[in-house]
Protein backbone atom coordinates (compact mmCIF):
# COMPACT_ATOMS: atom_id res chain seq x y z
CA UNK A 1 0.00 0.00 0.00
CA UNK A 2 3.09 2.55 0.95
CA UNK A 3 4.35 1.92 -2.68
CA UNK A 4 0.72 2.67 -4.18
CA UNK A 5 0.82 5.73 -2.42
CA UNK A 6 4.77 6.48 -2.84
CA UNK A 7 3.80 5.86 -6.53
CA UNK A 8 1.04 8.25 -6.83
CA UNK A 9 2.78 11.28 -5.03
CA UNK A 10 5.53 10.98 -7.82
CA UNK A 11 3.29 10.60 -10.63
CA UNK A 12 1.58 13.53 -9.22
CA UNK A 13 5.14 15.38 -8.48
CA UNK A 14 6.22 14.73 -12.32
CA UNK A 15 3.13 15.94 -13.66
CA UNK A 16 2.95 19.10 -11.63
CA UNK A 17 6.80 20.01 -12.55
CA UNK A 18 6.57 20.32 -16.04
CA UNK A 19 4.20 22.97 -15.26
CA UNK A 20 6.13 26.56 -15.83
CA UNK A 21 5.14 30.25 -15.66
CA UNK A 22 8.33 32.39 -17.73
CA UNK A 23 8.23 35.93 -17.17
CA UNK A 24 8.78 37.72 -20.58
CA UNK A 25 10.13 40.64 -21.75
CA UNK A 26 8.33 42.70 -25.31
CA UNK A 27 11.29 41.14 -27.63
CA UNK A 28 10.01 37.77 -26.48
CA UNK A 29 6.09 38.53 -26.65
CA UNK A 30 6.86 39.93 -30.16
CA UNK A 31 8.77 36.45 -31.19
CA UNK A 32 6.34 34.44 -29.34
CA UNK A 33 3.81 36.14 -31.13
CA UNK A 34 5.23 35.74 -34.64
CA UNK A 35 5.20 31.97 -33.23
CA UNK A 36 1.33 31.63 -32.82
CA UNK A 37 1.30 31.14 -29.12
CA UNK A 38 -2.04 32.78 -28.30
CA UNK A 39 -2.19 36.19 -26.25
CA UNK A 40 -5.16 36.75 -23.90
CA UNK A 41 -5.59 39.87 -22.24
CA UNK A 42 -7.13 39.42 -19.51
CA UNK A 43 -7.72 43.24 -18.48
CA UNK A 44 -11.28 44.98 -18.70
CA UNK A 45 -13.45 46.27 -21.42
CA UNK A 46 -12.47 49.79 -19.92
CA UNK A 47 -8.73 48.95 -20.11
CA UNK A 48 -9.20 47.66 -23.90
CA UNK A 49 -10.68 51.19 -25.04
CA UNK A 50 -8.40 53.40 -23.41
CA UNK A 51 -4.99 52.01 -24.58
CA UNK A 52 -6.12 49.76 -27.43
CA UNK A 53 -4.87 45.94 -27.57
CA UNK A 54 -1.84 43.57 -28.59
CA UNK A 55 -3.42 42.99 -32.24
CA UNK A 56 -4.51 39.35 -32.50
CA UNK A 57 -5.07 39.19 -28.57
CA UNK A 58 -8.13 37.20 -27.48
CA UNK A 59 -10.11 39.72 -24.85
CA UNK A 60 -11.30 37.75 -21.95
CA UNK A 61 -11.55 39.39 -18.39
CA UNK A 62 -10.52 37.65 -15.39
CA UNK A 63 -10.91 40.44 -12.55
CA UNK A 64 -14.07 42.61 -12.63
CA UNK A 65 -13.92 45.83 -11.61
CA UNK A 66 -14.61 44.43 -8.04
CA UNK A 67 -11.41 42.24 -7.86
CA UNK A 68 -13.71 39.16 -7.99
CA UNK A 69 -13.51 36.81 -10.43
CA UNK A 70 -14.89 33.07 -11.63
CA UNK A 71 -12.23 31.28 -12.54
CA UNK A 72 -13.75 28.05 -13.43
CA UNK A 73 -15.85 30.08 -16.03
CA UNK A 74 -13.19 32.15 -17.17
CA UNK A 75 -11.02 28.99 -18.15
CA UNK A 76 -14.18 27.22 -20.30
CA UNK A 77 -14.00 30.20 -22.04
CA UNK A 78 -9.98 30.03 -22.64
CA UNK A 79 -10.25 26.44 -23.77
CA UNK A 80 -10.94 26.48 -27.42
CA UNK A 81 -8.16 28.78 -28.13
CA UNK A 82 -5.38 27.87 -25.79
CA UNK A 83 -5.17 23.97 -24.52
CA UNK A 84 -3.90 23.05 -21.33
CA UNK A 85 -0.60 20.90 -23.59
CA UNK A 86 0.14 24.22 -25.87
CA UNK A 87 1.72 27.49 -24.57
CA UNK A 88 -0.34 30.43 -23.58
CA UNK A 89 0.48 34.09 -23.03
CA UNK A 90 -1.33 36.33 -20.37
CA UNK A 91 -1.24 40.24 -20.83
CA UNK A 92 -2.64 43.00 -18.12
CA UNK A 93 -1.74 46.56 -18.09
CA UNK A 94 1.33 46.52 -15.75
CA UNK A 95 1.88 42.60 -15.17
CA UNK A 96 0.30 42.27 -11.84
CA UNK A 97 -3.09 40.57 -12.46
CA UNK A 98 -1.17 38.09 -14.49
CA UNK A 99 1.19 36.69 -12.09
CA UNK A 100 -1.89 35.70 -10.38
CA UNK A 101 -3.92 34.12 -13.25
CA UNK A 102 -0.11 32.46 -14.57
CA UNK A 103 -0.41 30.07 -11.32
CA UNK A 104 -3.59 29.58 -11.45
CA UNK A 105 -3.00 28.42 -15.16
CA UNK A 106 -0.17 26.35 -14.05
CA UNK A 107 -0.46 25.06 -10.80
CA UNK A 108 -4.20 24.71 -11.07
CA UNK A 109 -5.67 24.00 -14.44
CA UNK A 110 -2.56 22.21 -15.26
CA UNK A 111 -1.34 24.58 -18.80
CA UNK A 112 2.09 23.22 -18.95
CA UNK A 113 3.95 26.43 -20.40
CA UNK A 114 2.30 30.15 -19.05
CA UNK A 115 4.09 33.07 -20.16
CA UNK A 116 3.48 36.18 -18.38
CA UNK A 117 4.31 39.31 -20.13
CA UNK A 118 6.21 41.15 -16.83
CA UNK A 119 5.51 45.14 -18.05
CA UNK A 120 1.89 44.02 -19.23
CA UNK A 121 0.50 46.21 -22.13
CA UNK A 122 1.77 49.23 -20.62
CA UNK A 123 4.89 48.36 -21.12
CA UNK A 124 4.18 47.08 -24.41
CA UNK A 125 3.53 50.41 -25.59
CA UNK A 126 6.11 52.40 -23.49
CA UNK A 127 8.85 50.01 -25.96
CA UNK A 128 6.94 51.65 -29.06
CA UNK A 129 4.90 47.73 -29.46
CA UNK A 130 1.98 48.35 -31.61
CA UNK A 131 -1.61 48.27 -30.91
CA UNK A 132 -4.58 48.24 -32.82
CA UNK A 133 -7.84 49.60 -31.31
CA UNK A 134 -10.21 47.38 -29.52
CA UNK A 135 -13.37 48.31 -30.89
CA UNK A 136 -14.01 45.22 -33.50
CA UNK A 137 -12.43 43.06 -31.01
CA UNK A 138 -14.76 43.86 -28.61
CA UNK A 139 -17.86 43.40 -30.74
CA UNK A 140 -16.19 40.62 -31.88
CA UNK A 141 -16.64 38.48 -28.41
CA UNK A 142 -19.55 39.89 -27.34
CA UNK A 143 -21.56 38.67 -30.15
CA UNK A 144 -20.12 35.20 -29.71
CA UNK A 145 -20.23 35.88 -25.49
CA UNK A 146 -16.27 34.78 -25.19
CA UNK A 147 -15.44 38.30 -23.68
Known amino acids: ?75 EKVKPFAKPNEPVIVICRTGNRTKAVSQFLSQQAGYAKVYNVKQGIKGWIGTGGPVVPATQSIAACRTAKTC
Not at 5 to 19: G, M
Not at 37 to 60: A, M
Request: overall charge negative; some cysteine; hydrophobic content about 45%.
Open 1 to 75: MRQLILTCCLALTALFAHAEVIDIDNAELDKLMKSGVPVVDIRLQSEWEETGIVSGSKLLTFFDERGRADAPGWL
